[in-house]
C-alpha cells in the first residue's frame, strides 16, 4: 500500500478508520524494522541497535534527525550516550542513513485534532492512532519541534539496550555473571577492577541479543541529561570545516545550477540557448520540467550561462497581481468556514452589547531564505544513484527522487550532510528530484546542483499571506468575549499534496494553537477560512503559529488595553493551566514588569502556547529620533524535561530573532506573477547591531518533555508591536513593522 | 595566474572575472568560505586579502593583489585562532553555515582593535547576515576573544 493510500484512506473516513486501520494493520505495526546500518558498516565495525555502531577505533552514535543549527545531534547523543555509559567527548556522532526504522513516530500528532494541553485518555488514545499512522508512512522527518520528545525514550533505549549486550558479552568472555559486572565511562568493569574496553568487545557483542524493552536509569542517576554539553559539530563549524551538502567533493565532479520559470510551477515556451553551449566550460543543458539545467566546470560558469540563456516562459497558472492575491484572502471570510474549533459560550450575544474592540490583522508571505541556498549533488552509476543533500526529509526525498526517476527505492541512497538552515525548506525535496534529474543525464560524471540566491528566493514553498478579525469585550474587569476570524490559503493541505497525500482535513496549520490556547474566556470563538493558493506553500519555523499568535496576542492585548487592564495581570486572569501561568509570572519578574520606565520606553507582553511550550516574552522599547530601538528581550519557556538548558537558551534565542526578521522586514510581494524579491538586499534578516540582549528562562513545570525549534517565535512579534503600542501609542496591525515605522 | 592561499601557491586557470570564491571553492576544492548571495550581502563568503576582510563572492579573481587567507588558514581544528577558541567556549553555532564568515569579520576586527566597544563590534558585525540568529553569543565571543589577545 503506497503513502498516499493509507493517508486518504484515514483522512477520508476520520477517526473510525483510523482505529480500524490499527486492527487491520497490528501485525505489520508490531514487526521490527531490519537494523539499517548493517548495510553501511566498515569492516571490523558492528552495529548494536540502529544507533550505536563500534570497533576497534571508537564508537559511533547514530542522529535519526537532521542537524539544521538546533543541536538535536547532541542532544540526540547524548540520550544514548547517557544509558550506554560513554562521554560525548569520547564519540563520533554521525547522521543516519535513509530508513523508515528511523521515522518519526509524532510528525501527526496535531492531525489528531486534541488540543494540546488535554492529556486525558480519549486524547491520547487518538494522538496514538496517528503514531500507528506514522509508522506506516515511516518518515524520517526533522520537524514540529518533535526531535526531542520523539527521541527520549527511544533512544535512550537504544543506549541501555547496547550496555546490556557489551555487559553479556563481557560476561562470556571473563566467565562471571553479568549482574556482578557494571560499567564506566566507555569500559565494562569486573568486580576486581578489571576493564573491558567496549572497542575491544564490539565483535563479541555483535553475536549477543539485544533486550527489547531495557530498564532506564532514573532521572537522578543522569550524569549528561539535564546539564549543558559542548556540541559535537562545534568545533568543526568554528573551523570551516563541518561538511553542508554544498561542500560535498567528488572524484571528476561537474557543477550545475537551475534557470527556473519565475512563474512558480509554469513551463516554458521556448527557449534560445544564445550559444552558451558553445562554451568550453558548458558541458550540457538539460530541460526540466519548469526550466532548465546548466552543467559547467564551476558552479560559476553554470551561473553565468543560466543568466545568458534568454526563455520565454508561459505565464502563471495563479493571479499576477498582489492586490487580486490579498483580496482572496479577505475574500475567503465571506465564504463557509473551514474549521470552528473552538466555540465557547455564546460569542454572537456576548458581542451584541458592550464596548468592543475590533480590528483587522495582516500578515505578508514569507521565505525562509536560509544561508546555504538550495542544492544537491548526485551521481548515477552501474544502475544505482547517491545523493548528498542536507535535507530534513531523507525517506522522502528517496520516495520523491524514486518517483521522479523511475529507480526502485532500493538503487538510491540519500546521504544527509549538515544543513545551513533548514526552517522547513529542506523538508522539501524539489532541489532533491532536481539533483537527480541532473544526475541521471550526466550518467557516471557526480553533479553538484547549486541554486543561485536569486532562484531560491523566487522558488520557496512560502508561510502564507493571511488576515484575522477580531472582537472583544471586556465586562467587570475580565475579557468576557474574544472572536478569532483566520483567513490563510492551506499550508497543510498544499505541503502535503506534495508529499504524495491529499488531506481531507480542515487545515490545522490556519489556526494552529489559537484554538487551543489555554485561556478560558466565558465566549470564545475561534474560527478558520480558507483562502485559494497562490504562490506553493510551505512549513514555516512554527508554521500556523508564526502568524497566529501574533493575530491572537496582538488583538487580545488591544482588548485589555481598552479596558485599562494591565497586559500580565489580564493573561494571568485568562490562564489556568498552570506552566502557562508560570511562564507568565517568570517573564514579569525578570522585566521587572510595573516598575518605572525611561520617558519613551515602553514594554510588550505576550504568551502562546505552541508545539505544546508555553512561551512568554517581554519586549522593552525605546522610541528615539530615529526610530524603534529594542532594549531588551526577556523570555521563559517551559519544556516539561530540560535536556541541555545552554542549547534551549540558543533555540529561543533563535526562534525570537527568526520571528522579528519576519516582523520588522520579512515581505514576499508579488509582481506580475513573479515574487519581486531576489536576494538579502531586499529580503533581509536582523542584523547584529539590531538585536539586543534576550535574557531566557528555561521552565520544568510541563506535563510531558518538549521540544524547542520552534516555540520561542510566535510570541515575538506580538510582544514587539505591543511594546511599540506601549511607547508611542501606536498600533501596527500589519506586518512588516518597517513598512510602517522606522527602526533605529 | 597564480593565487597565493593559506601560504601555498596555486596556479588557476580560470576566466579573471571569476569571483575569487568559486575559484577557491570549486578550482581549489577550499570549501570554508561559503556562498550565501553572490552581492556581498551577507558575508557567508568573508576571506582575508593581506589581513583585510573582503567579501570574496562579489571579487574578481583578477582583482586579487595580495595574499589570501580563509578560515581553514585561519586556524585548525588542532591549533585554533582565539577567535575560533572564543567561538567554542561561547558554544556560538548553530547551523553553522555563516560562522566562517563571522569568524573572519571579528579576527580582522580584532587585529586592527583589542579593546572594541559594542559600537565597533556593532560595525564590524553587521554585514555578516546569520538566519539562526546567533548574534548573542556572536557579541560574547568576540569580547572573550579580544580579551583572550589582550592577555596573550
Known amino acids: 500500500m503506497g503513502i498516499g493510500t493509507i493517508a486518504r484512506r484515514t483522512f477520508l473516513f476520520g477517526s473510525a478508520a483510523v482505529a480500524g486501520g490499527f486492527a487491520v494493520g497490528y501485525w505489520a505495526y508490531k514487526e521490527p524494522f531490519e537494523n539499517p546500518l548493517l548495510d553501511t558498516l566498515e569492516p571490523g565495525q558492528v552495529a548494536i541497535t540502529p544507533y550505536v555502531k563500534i570497533d576497534a577505533a571508537g564508537i559511533t552514535l547514530v542522529s535519526p534527525r537532521s542537524e539544521m543549527g538546533q543541536g538535536v545531534m547532541t542532544t540526540l547523543a547524548a540520550l544514548v550516550a547517557e544509558e550506554l555509559d560513554v562521554d560525548l567527548a569520547d564519540v563520533a556522532v554521525e547522521h543516519a542513513p535513509a530508513s523508515k526504522a528511523y521515522y518519526n513516530q509524532l510528525l501527526m500528532d496535531e492531525a489528531a485534532g486534541q488540543p494540546v494541553t488535554d492529556n486525558s485518555a480519549s486524547a491520547e488514545f487518538a494522538r496514538d492512532a496517528m503514531r500507528v499512522i506514522s509508522r506506516f508512512l515511516g518518515n524520517q522527518g526533522t520537524g514540529g519541534s518533535t526531535s526531542t520528545p520523539d527521541s527520549f525514550v527511544k533512544l535512550r533505549k537504544a543506549g541501555a539496550g547496547a550496555r546490556a549486550v557489551l555487559i553479556k558479552a563481557a560476561a562470556r568472555e571473563m566467565g562471571v555473571p553479568a549482574r556482578s559486572l557494571k560499567t564506566d565511562n566507555g569500559s565494562v568493569v569486573a568486580p576486581d577492577g578489571t576493564r573491558l574496553a567496549y572497542t575491544a568487545l564490539a565483535a563479541a557483542a555483535a553475536k549477543e541479543s539485544v533486550p527489547s524493552d531495557p530498564d532506564l536509569k532514573p532521572q537522578s542517576e543522569w550524569k549528561i541529561l539535564g546539564k549543558s554539553q559542548r556540541r559535537v559539530d562545534m568545533v568543526a563549524k568554528a573551523t570551516g570545516t563541518a561538511e553542508f551538502g554544498i561542500d560535498v567533493q567528488l572524484p571528476d565532479m561537474l557543477y550545475a545550477t537551475v534557470k527556473m520559470n519565475c512563474h512558480i510551477g509554469s513551463g516554458i515556451r521556448s527557449f534560445d540557448l544564445n550559444g552558451v553551449d558553445e562554451r568550453p566550460e558548458v558541458k550540457r543543458v538539460i530541460a526540466l520540467d519548469h526550466g532548465l539545467a546548466i552543467v559547467a566546470t564551476n558552479t560559476w560558469y553554470a551561473f553565468r550561462a543560466a543568466q545568458d540563456i534568454m526563455v520565454d516562459w508561459e505565464g502563471p497558472s495563479y493571479p499576477k497581481s498582489q492586490d487580486e492575491i490579498t483580496a482572496s484572502i479577505y475574500q475567503a471570510f465571506d465564504t463557509e468556514y473551514d474549521s470552528r474549533l473552538r466555540d465557547d459560550g455564546d460569542i454572537e ?179 478558520g477560512y480558507r483562502a485559494p493558493i497562490a504562490l506553493p506553500l510551505g512549513f514555516w519555523r512554527s508554521v500556523g503559529a508564526s502568524k497566529c499568535g501574533f493575530f491572537q496576542e496582538a488583538a487580545i492585548d488591544e482588548v485589555i488595553h481598552a479596558a485599562g487592564l494591565d497586559p500580565v495581570e489580564a493573561r494571568l486572569q485568562l490562564l489556568s493551566h498552570e506552566p502557562s501561568r508560570k511562564v507568565v509570572e517568570a ?49 521563559a519557556v517551559d519544556v516539561g524535561t530540560a535536556l541541555d538548558p545552554r542549547n534551549i537558551e540558543a533555540q529561543v534565542q533563535s526562534g525570537i530573532i527568526y520571528g522579528l526578521s519576519a516582523a520588522i522586514k520579512g515581505e514576499i510581494t508579488v509582481v506580475d506573477g513573479r515574487v519581486s524579491q531576489s536576494n538579502f538586499h531586499d529580503y533581509d534578516g536582523l542584523r547584529l547591531r539590531e538585536t539586543p540582549p534576550i535574557h531566557v528562562a528555561v521552565l520544568e513545570n510541563g506535563e510531558k518533555i518538549r521540544g524547542i525549534g520552534e516555540p520561542g517565535t510566535p510570541p515575538a512579534a506580538p510582544a514587539l508591536t505591543n511594546a511599540i503600542f506601549a511607547a508611542t501609542g501606536q498600533r501596527i496591525r500589519a506586518l512588516p513593522l518597517a513598512n510602517h515605522i522606522a527602526f533605529a | 595566474m597564480k593565487l597565493s592561499v593559506n601560504g601555498q601557491t596555486h596556479d588557476v586557470d580560470v576566466d579573471e572575472d571569476m569571483p575569487l570564491l568559486w575559484v577557491l571553492r570549486d578550482e581549489l576544492g577550499i570549501t570554508g568560505p561559503k556562498f550565501g548571495c553572490g552581492i556581498a550581502a551577507c558575508g557567508a563568503c568573508t576571506v582575508h586579502i593581506d589581513g583585510v576582510p573582503v567579501r570574496s563572492c562579489s571579487t574578481p579573481v583578477g582583482f586579487v593583489d595580495g595574499a589570501v587567507t580563509t578560515i581553514e588558514g585561519l586556524g585548525t581544528p588542532e591549533a585554533l585562532h582565539a577567535v575560533q577558541a572564543a567561538w567554542i567556549e561561547e558554544q556560538v553555532a548553530q547551523c553553522g553555515y555563516c560562522q566562517s564568515g563571522q569568524i573572519m569579520s571579528a579576527a580582522a576586527l580584532l587585529s586592527e582593535n583589542t579593546d572594541p566597544t559594542d559600537e565597533d563590534i556593532d560595525a564590524a558585525m553587521s554585514g555578516n547576515l546569520c538566519r539562526c540568529g546567533t548574534y548573542p553569543r556572536i557579541r560574547a565571543a568576540v569580547k572573550r576573544a579580544a580579551a583572550s589577545i589582550r592577555e596573550a
Open chain 1, 587 to 635: 517573564v514579569a519578574a525578570m522585566s521587572n514588569w510595573g516598575s518605572p520606565l525611561p520617558d519613551g520606553h515602553g514594554r510588550g507582553v505576550a504568551f502562546y502556547l505552541s508545539f505544546g511550550v508555553p512561551s512568554a516574552q517581554v519586549f522593552e522599547v525605546a522610541n528615539t529620533p530615529y526610530g524603534i530601538r529594542l532594549v531588551n528581550i526577556w523570555a
Open chain 1, 349 to 527: 450575544t456576548a458581542l451584541s452589547d458592550g464596548e468592543i474592540v475590533s480590528g483587522t490583522y495582516q500578515v505578508p508571505y514569507l521565505a525562509h531564505a536560509t544561508m546555504e541556498p538550495m542544492n544537491a549533488t548526485g551521481w548515477y552509476k552501474d544502475g544505482e544513484l547517491d545523493i548528498w543533500t542536507g535535507t530534513q526529509a531523507p525517506t522522502m526525498a528517496r520516495t520523491m527522487v524514486a518517483e521522479e526517476t523511475g529507480l526502485p527505492e532500493s538503487k538510491i541512497r540519500i546521504h544527509t550532510t549538515y544543513l545551513g538552515g533548514g526552517f522547513g525548506r529542506r523538508s522539501e525535496t524539489d532541489f532533491v528530484k532536481q539533483a537527480a534529474r541532473i544526475a541521471m543525464a550526466m550518467e557516471g560524471t557526480p553533479i553538484k546542483m547549486t541554486w543561485s540566491r536569486e532562484e531560491d528566493m523566487c522558488h520557496d514553498q512560502y508561510r502564507p499571506l493571511s488576515a484575522a478579525k477580531f472582537s472583544g469585550c471586556v465586562k467587570d474587569g475580565r475579557i468576557d468575549a474574544f472572536d478569532l476570524q483566520v483567513s490563510s490559503s492551506p499550508t497543510a493541505i498544499d505541503g502535503f499534496s506534495r508529499r504524495g497525500m491529499n488531506l481531507n482535513i480542515p487545515d490545522p496549520t490556519i489556526v494552529q494553537n489559537a484554538w487551543d490556547n489555554p485561556y478560558e474566556i466565558a465566549n470564545y470563538r475561534v474560527t
